[in-house]
């Protein structure tokens, strides 16, 4: 008598279905990770642009705010600017201040008065979407001759910030 290893329906026990479902759940759990991540770095990503782009127009400001000193007559402090729209970028927006710190004794000593120095602070504000801001402020020192024209403009400190 030969007995048969194979059982009948009513004697299957459902393993393989289980460890299936269970493996399905896994696969699931894993997918749901994987979309939530990406998801993640996708809005990160977007806010690092932001960011970018209110870093442009921030610097935007501050090479403004530098030609408008160059452009002013001596001793002469440009206005403020108010709120502007950032050519070529929608939604991004500018603004820069100008203040002046004082005349460079030093400058004026070592040239017998044949040079003048001033020193000069810009702050400038980038402002993007979603709110991402940043502000560049400098120091500014700007050398010009006994007749008033610009010799000279250089940096001489630079700090920036980040506010989103």
Known sequence: MCHSAERTPSQQSGVALFAALILLGLLS????????????????????????????????????????????PAGAVPADTPTTPMPGMSGDSLQYSLRLIGADPLIAQRSDGALSGAHYTLSSRGESLRGARVDIESGLLLIRDAAGNLLDARTTWWRRSDLD
């Open 29 to 72: 759990s894993l997918a749901v990770v994987a979309l939530q991540s990406s998801a993640l770095e996708l809005s990160m990503s977007a806010a690092e642009q932001f960011r970018a782009r209110a870093f442009e127009a921030a610097e935007a400001g501050q090479s403004l705010a530098t030609q408008a000193l160059q452009n002013s």
